[in-house]
């Protein structure tokens, strides 16, 4: 079956693999028809993740359709659409006993950790196959990165009325402020890029954005009335921003880390304790956040539209692949469609 390989970094090669075996009790075989391809894509095309072992089959993103099921007990059947959870956990450690799989002790993810989804068929466990009658195959293939978001807004219990700071307008932050918006909180939205910030005004008619620096404190301290706000989300991946949205939440505020840097975040103790300051981190999103986010699409209160910038289908994809990673092709969600030509 025709297979996507990520050789070396910079090194994408379209090869043949062996089709996966008939699979077994508990799984299903699917056809990948959909990849979303994502930063962390990039890193691994880049070679600047350290943890990153090549040649990889990349792809996390992924809308699939069902070609047949294991024995066991399930309801789906060939031909059903899914979303998949690419998170697969070992279902014993203390995290995974706490209903929490996201953040398995032995957390492997699809695409990262172990070969993903860019090939025609994939055998995955049934539990990680999140059906939808309703959405297209490119919003399946959303799921994921809107579970991000969807995730790291949970964590953070909104309530109605308050005062948000989302920092970072990549396709992360972008999905904290469509699932933020839903919790009918004031939202104002920091970045380096003005058009980012222009996309957030005209797309998701966020309240308020401000590009990063010092102007960004005047604005964030008019528009809490010199409160600051009370939730503070940091999807930038950077450790100076990182570090500097402690100075931004309001006493009795919560941060939450949701974009992640290999290094270390410091913060001064008495300015955190003197606001009782509460930090969270954000990882990935678990099989109850999967289902809300389809159903949430499906009822039409998440707009899947502004996402997708890019397509090409297998062959177009290595090929462009490396352009992509160019700020100026203002790239979203670029969308890998695997089906036959
Ligand atoms: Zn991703
Ligand atoms: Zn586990």
């Known amino acids: 079956m025709r297979t996507v390989l990520l050789n070396k970094p910079g090194d994408f090669l379209l090869t043949e693999t062996e089709a996966p075996p008939a699979p077994l009790p508990g799984q299903a075989m699917v ?182 620096g010092s102007s960004a404190v005047a604005a964030l301290k008019d528009f809490t009335s010199e409160d600051f706000p009370t939730v503070v989300f940091d999807a930038t991946g950077n450790s100076q921003s990182m570090m500097q949205a402690f100075d931004f939440v309001a006493n009795s505020g919560r941060l939450v880390l949701v974009g992640l840097v290999l290094g270390d975040v410091s913060f001064s103790d008495p300015d955190a304790h003197r606001r009782e300051l509460t930090l969270l981190c954000s990882r990935n999103s678990t099989p109850t956040t999967f289902n809300r986010v389809i159903s949430l699409i499906e009822a039409g209160k998440i707009d899947t539209t502004p996402w997708i910038t890019h397509r090409a289908p297998m062959e177009r994809m290595i090929k462009e692949f490396p352009a992509w990673l160019d700020p100026n092709m203002k790239v979203i969600k670029a969308m890998v469609d695997m089906d036959p030509d």
């Open 31 to 212: 056809r990948v028809r959909r990849v979303g391809v994502c930063g962390t894509d990039f890193h691994a095309f880049r070679g600047d993740q350290p943890f990153f072992s090549y040649p990889r089959i990349l792809g996390h993103e992924l809308g699939v359709e069902v070609i047949s099921v294991g024995s066991g007990e399930s309801d789906l059947r060939a031909g059903d659409l899914c979303a998949v959870e690419p998170y697969l956990n070992c279902g014993t450690c203390v995290s995974c006993r706490r209903g929490r799989p996201n953040c398995c002790v032995y957390l492997k993810c699809l695409g990262v950790h172990i070969d993903g989804g860019m090939r025609e068929l994939i055998n995955v466990p049934l539990a990680k196959l999140h059906r939808s009658e309703r959405l297209s195959l490119d919003q399946l293939a959303l799921v994921e990165t809107l579970g991000i978001g969807a995730h790291a807004v949970e964590r953070a219990s909104l309530e109605p009325g308050e005062s948000v700071l989302i920092i970072g307008a990549g396709p992360i932050g972008l999905s904290i402020i469509q699932f933020a918006q839903l919790a009918n909180v004031r939202i104002m939205v920091v970045d380096t890029n003005q058009e980012r910030l222009q996309f957030c005004q005209r797309f998701l008619q966020v309240d308020r954005v401000a590009c990063a």
